[in-house]
């Protein structure tokens, strides 16, 4: 089992940039693709975006592609993700998980395929 611990949410105005750190406990970090996802109050959490084991391959949810990016340094055990151009409607608390399966070429965007759950950090974009 992995540890998470994300942080760097805050509070910022529509129009500014956060980045968010995700720093894992375990050896075996490495191996495992990575994913953010958020959640609001009363609905389902969503992905947001998502990065494989080697870092090679990223995908994003459509409502933040050109805006966020993922990325992961693997002798550092952290994921990050920088938002820039934010939005109200990106206020949520953000969790990174590890896919469930190790060594996946190409992630799957679905919470079911992820495990291992951070505590997760809120995000409020203010207008």
């Known amino acids: 089992q992995v540890q998470l611990v994300e942080s760097g949410g805050g509070l910022v105005q529509a129009g500014g940039s956060l980045r968010l750190s995700c720093a894992a406990s375990?050896?075996?970090?490495?191996?495992?693709?990575m994913g953010w996802f958020r959640q609001a109050p009363g609905k389902e959490r969503e992905f947001v975006a998502g990065?494989?084991?080697?870092?090679?391959?990223?995908y994003y949810a459509d409502s933040v592609k050109g805006r966020f990016t993922i990325s992961r340094d693997n002798a550092k055990n952290t994921v990050y993700l920088q938002m820039n151009s934010l939005k109200p409607e990106d206020t949520n608390i953000y969790y990174c998980?590890?896919?469930?399966?190790?060594?996946?070429?190409?992630?799957?965007?679905?919470?079911?395929?992820?495990?291992?759950w951070g505590q997760g950090t809120q995000v409020t974009v203010s207008s």
């Open positions: 998980a590890k896919e469930r399966v190790a060594l996946r070429p190409y992630g799957v965007p679905v919470t079911g395929n992820y495990e291992d």
């Open positions: 375990g050896r075996t970090f490495r191996n495992y693709g």
């Open positions: 990065i494989n084991w080697s870092g090679t391959y990223t």
